[in-house]
């Protein structure tokens, strides 16, 4: 069976950094093709990706509020997936969730410089971990 475990979150103050870790099971990252998500969920809004990765070739997406600031990453020995979350912003403020999908899913916005590849929607994610809270205080 598949499993995330996530860790990591905490309060912080705004401009810290912290890191988050969402350790899988169930699947290697070397052998298999998987999309690895962090999405987030403020109260009273919809849950939305945030950053992801694919196992196959590395390769990241970023939601454009946070391009710049957060950076996803892998350690295969490890089979984690890394948040990497730099100047963090009160309305960073969250349950932060890692989802995976089996396969390379390839998300592609029409945007005004052209197509732009983006993390595939919850609704294309199989497994879920359970979330981490961050906060972050002005």
């Known amino acids: 069976d598949v499993q995330l475990q996530a860790s990591g979150g905490g309060l912080v103050q705004a401009g810290e950094s912290m890191r988050l870790s969402c350790a899988a099971s169930g699947f290697t990252f070397d052998d298999d093709d998987y999309e690895i998500g962090w999405f987030r969920q403020a109260p009273g809004k919809e849950r939305e990706a945030v950053a992801c990765?694919?196992?196959?070739?590395?390769?990241?997406r970023y939601a454009d509020s946070v391009k710049g600031r957060f950076t996803i990453s892998s350690d295969s020995a490890k089979n984690t997936v890394y948040l990497r979350l730099n100047s963090l912003k009160p309305e960073d403020t969250a349950i932060y969730y890692c989802?995976?999908?089996?396969?390379?899913?390839?998300?592609?916005?029409?945007?005004?410089?052209?197509?732009?590849?983006?993390?595939?929607?919850?609704?294309?994610?199989?497994?879920w971990g359970q979330g981490t809270q961050v906060t972050v205080s002005s």
């Open positions: 990765i694919s196992t196959s070739d590395i390769s990241t």
């Open positions: 989802a995976a999908a089996e396969g390379d899913l390839v998300v592609v916005q029409t945007t005004l410089v052209g197509p732009v590849s983006i993390c595939p929607p919850p609704s294309e994610f199989d497994y």
